[in-house]
């Protein structure tokens, strides 16, 4: 079963604008990872945060983690053509990259 | 520095089949950890191996089976293939010793059964 549930399940905005996306979980957690998937192939880990951290950013990603709600949002900034893909949060329990638990995902459609 | 290899890319069997598929983890990795991905669904953890042993394993039956050898590759079997096993199979390969990593994930490998 899913640990949880990303929202929305699709967006669709225009090149240079802001995306973003929500993630909830259900268990405690050690850290979340955020993974993006073009076109049904392999995942591609974007960001880790962990349990005890609130926000990270990387490049023009943004990640923050509210433990006492038990959710994780992805922004990402200036969207481009090429982050059109699938978003998933994963959560990891144990801290040992295994058993990770993904989300259902954010199908993100960034057009010109 | 190669990623995580998987083969085959993509598979067609017969339901009542079995059908194996094969993974080699990124250099330097130890740990290999199998996932199941149905269409428009998430990755659902499948079982992870280290040192040639499973050492956890998802809600799957025991139809899924699998193997490391000393190389740390791995391979996944299945048994007595379902119409509802077709699905994208996703190997993620990992670093035992770093605590709180992530996961490299290969391509996967589609199989459709029929």
């Known amino acids: 079963s899913q640990q949880g549930e990303e929202d929305p399940q699709a967006l669709s905005i225009q090149e240079g604008e802001n995306a973003t996306m929500n993630c909830s979980y259900k268990t405690s957690i050690n850290n979340l990872q955020w993974y993006r998937q073009n076109s049904g192939r392999g995942l591609v880990h974007l960001i880790l945060?962990?349990?005890?951290?609130r926000e990270k950013h990387s490049g023009r990603l943004r990640v923050t983690l509210d433990t006492s709600k038990k959710s994780s949002s992805l922004l990402i900034t200036a969207s481009r053509a090429a982050d059109t893909a699938s978003y998933f949060c994963?959560?990891?329990?144990?801290?040992?990259?295994?058993?990770?638990?993904f989300g259902t995902g954010t199908r993100l459609q960034v057009t010109l | 520095d190669a990623g995580v290899t998987q083969s085959p890319t993509h598979l067609i069997k017969t339901r009542g089949q079995q059908v194996t598929l094969r993974c080699s983890p990124k250099s330097g990795h130890d740990t290999v950890s199998w996932y199941q991905q149905a269409l428009g669904q998430g990755p659902q953890f499948i079982f992870q191996y280290y040192e040639e042993e499973e050492r956890q394993r998802g809600n799957f039956p025991d139809r899924f089976s699998g193997h490391q050898f000393p190389n740390y590759s791995s391979e996944l079997n299945v048994n007595a293939l379902l119409l509802g096993d077709s699905a994208l199979y996703l190997c993620a390969s990992s670093l035992a010793a770093v605590f709180g990593r992530s996961n490299t994930f290969g391509s996967g490998t589609r199989l459709t059964v029929v």
């Open positions: 994963a959560t990891d329990a144990q801290g040992t990259a295994s058993k990770l638990t």
């Open positions: 945060i962990r349990s005890n951290e």
